[in-house]
């Protein structure tokens, strides 16, 4: 059975930073593209990055890009997300992904989420 817990969330100020994990399980990690995508209140999915199956290449959502940093380990089989100077808009809950060939990330199987709240 294929599962991806996040965990990392929290609330921070704005200007602040987080590091967002996600343990994968129930498949083999290093054959998969993986990804990052959230949700705001209110919102649809929004896709944040993308990390090739080894890790070579990396793809950023505009907003994000300099500001987030997608990792994988896979020797570890976990997937991260370091986040800086994290703004008010990137509240929302976020989901970490595995590749379903053929589809948009926003399609991935994903897990449950962490929030990320940002406010001061």
């Known amino acids: 059975e294929v599962q991806l817990v996040e965990s990392g969330g929290g609330l921070v100020q704005p200007g602040g930073s987080l590091r967002l994990s996600c343990a994968a399980s129930g498949f083999t990690f290093d054959a998969y593209d993986m990804a990052w995508v959230r949700q705001a209140p209110g919102k649809g999915l929004e896709w944040v990055s993308r990390?090739?199956?080894?890790?070579?290449?990396?793809w950023y959502h505009d907003s994000v890009t300099g500001r987030f940093t997608i990792s994988r380990d896979n020797a570890k089989d976990t997937l991260s997300l370091q986040m800086n100077s994290l703004r008010t808009d990137d509240t929302a809950v976020y989901y970490c992904?595995?590749?379903?060939?053929?589809?948009?990330?926003?399609?991935?199987?994903r897990g449950q989420g962490t929030q990320v709240t940002v406010s001061s």
């Open positions: 992904a595995k590749e379903r060939a053929g589809f948009s990330p926003l399609d991935w199987f």
């Open positions: 990390i090739s199956s080894a890790g070579g290449r990396t």
